[in-house]
């Protein structure tokens, strides 16, 4: 089963986007938790890919979880709380297949075809 960490700044809008992280998921038939978490409250030792709102997916958090080896990925500008969830999934569907969820692994937003 993949485990997505949907980190922000204090776990709080994260909660809204993993509600609806969930449900778009299992509609795709995917088996994928969802987890909200703030930046300070990522073990060292998780394996889950985490997920890092752009507001705070700054230089430094990023360096950090590269240092640390745990494979992220930056969502779009567009994702805040709830809104924006499709883009975000099929983000996270599109990193999951090009990197197989391989530890280190990043990718920065991108557009993909027939996502608007």
């Not at 609806?20 to 030792?45: Q, T």
């Not at 997916?57 to 779009?76: C, Q, W, Y």
């Amino acid at each position: 089963m993949t485990q997505v960490l949907v980190v922000c700044a204090a776990g709080a809008s994260s909660t809204f986007l993993v509600r609806r992280l969930s449900d778009l998921a299992a509609e795709a038939g995917l088996s994928w938790s969802f987890a909200p978490s703030s930046v300070d409250s990522i073990r060292d030792d998780s394996t889950a890919i985490i997920a890092v709102s752009s507001h705070i997916a700054t230089p430094e958090v990023l360096d950090n979880l590269r240092f640390k080896g745990m494979s992220h990925i930056v969502l779009p500008d567009s994702v805040r709380g709830g809104f924006g969830a499709e883009k975000a999934l099929a983000e996270l569907v599109s990193f999951v297949g090009e990197n197989s969820g391989n530890t280190g692994s990043q990718v920065e937003p991108h557009g993909l075809e027939g996502i608007d």
